[in-house]
């Protein structure tokens, strides 16, 4: 199988390749940069859209690319997060949707979205036929799986993968939080009371290659550990494994002085996330409850 995969040189991208490869398919990267493109990368410009001939004979599309989230959300960097992911998922999706009439490839395409899509619902369950919340992730999320929509009209098969807190050493929101934790000085953020969905990065490429695979798997799918925590307990049992206090708290109000926007959706916001399409589909999670996942990857 021939698979390309934009975004490939993020934390996410990189651990599909390497899954991929190591299930021995060709993988191919789609790339911006034309200069450190190599003889196997197909170059593309989001804005500007692909021509079907560019991704005519790839089995299947994984698509990851789209600006930093984590960030101070100005109005440039709002317009970016908005702009990379809809844009360019829209174009890829139809030059996808031309090359599967054409030729009948690519058949599949995986794109990535969020949890963000739900906003924040309090202590609610969460399935993929729950609504859309509210907010600028929200709206982003409802435009960005959208986008996509060209390509299953005509016929791909296309998954909208809504993944949750990514885990990990190599990079994202862990790798972030820990050298806080190492020295004793971390803690619930706001109330704690909000729920923190997560996934392994192992189980993320995990499901995404499974989602290449599986006819299955289709639409909207929630991307997250069954065992969802609030950041309370995430808090704790992060403490736990590195037998470090927790003592600490940081306000709600300091974290909206200091990251604004950002911080209420993405740190303050509650999204208790239940993967139930994938699940249903037949995957099974390597990394199921937090502690567990946390030791591997820190002890």
Known sequence: MRVLVSGASGLIGRAICA????????????????AKASPYDVVWRPSAGIDAK???GFDAIVHLAGSP???LWTAKAKAEI???RVQGTANLALAAAEAFQADGKPRTLICGSAIGYYGSRGDEELVEESEAGLGFLAEVCREWEYAASPAAMAGVRAARMRTALVLSTEGGALTKMLPAFRLGVGGKLGSGRQWWSWVSLRDTARAF???VENELAHGAMNLAAPDAVTNR??????????????????P????????????????????RVVPQRLMEAGFQFEDEE??????KLLE
């Open 82 to 84: 908005r702009g990379s």
């Open 233 to 250: 307990e995430f808090t704790k049992t992060l403490g736990r494994v590195l037998h470090r206090p927790t003592l600490l708290n940081v």
């Open 209 to 211: 290659v499974f989602a």
């Open 290 to 295: 937090l502690e567990p996942a946390l030791r």
């Open 252 to 271: 709600a109000f300091v974290l909206r002085a200091v990251a604004g926007e950002m911080a209420e959706e993405m740190l303050l916001s509650s999204q």
């Open 54 to 56: 560019q991704i005519a």
């Open 69 to 71: 989230v984590a960030t």
């Open 19 to 34: 899954l991929l490869r190591e299930k021995r398919y060709e993988v191919h990267s789609l790339v911006r940069d034309a």
